[in-house]
């Protein structure tokens, strides 16, 4: 068993009640066929919410949030009098007031596995 699952399995028997979100990335989804193949990657507790159509990570750093959030252009003006220590403090409070949900994150990544690519011989049993 790769790291990766033994990891996926440690955080779910350590934390049974948290939601398992597979979090699958865009060079997974290369076309519109069917099923597509892929790896499990890292795993980690992580907080998120919806905000438009992105999934949004919490950070410790209030900044990194809302600089994903985009909090600064509805007014970019807001932050103008108001010292850095204090922009830090308004825009933790402004993220915490959001409802978030605590899940354990399992990133799907792009495929480590080789596995066999047949189109050749296919091709060649078509044409006869």
Known sequence: MNENIKEIVKLISEH????VIPMVGQDIVLDDMGDWVASFGK??????????????????????????????????????????????????EMIDSLDWLEVIIVHIETPTVKIPDNTETINELWEG
């Open 16 to 19: 049974p009640d948290l939601l």
């Open 43 to 92: 795993a980690e507790i992580r907080k998120i919410c919806i905000y438009e159509e992105t999934v949004i990570f919490y950070d410790e750093d209030p900044l990194k949030t809302a600089q994903t959030l985009d909090f600064y252009r509805f007014d970019p003006g807001i932050w103008d009098s108001v010292s850095g220590e204090r922009t830090n403090g308004i825009t933790k």
